[in-house]
C-alpha cells in the first residue's frame, strides 16, 4: 500500500493536486492542500483504485510538497527520508 501527506509549510496553493486526485486531495480555508482521507496525517492506505491519481499529483505538485511512501508517515511529512 502507499501513502501520502502534505507539507503544508510548503505548498503555496496551486490547486493542481486536487484536479489530479480530487479522492485524496481537498484544500483547507487558506487553500492550502492536504489529504481528506486520514486528516493529512498519512496514515490511511490509499486504494489501488486511487494509486495513479496519488501519482500523478505528486508528479504534477511545483513545490514537492506532496509525499508518498510505502510507510505510514504518522503525521510527520519526512519521516522518511
Ligand atoms: Fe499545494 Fe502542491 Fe497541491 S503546491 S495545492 S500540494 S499541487
Redesign the pocket.
Known sequence: ASYTI?DKDT????????VAAPDI?D?DDEG??EVIIDDNTGTSPISDALEEDMLD?YE????N??QVSHTPFEGDPYKIE
Open positions: 502534505v505548498c503555496i496553493a496551486c490547486g493542481a493536486c486536487g486531495y484544500y492550502l492542500a499529483a504534477g505538485c511545483p513545490t510538497s506532496i
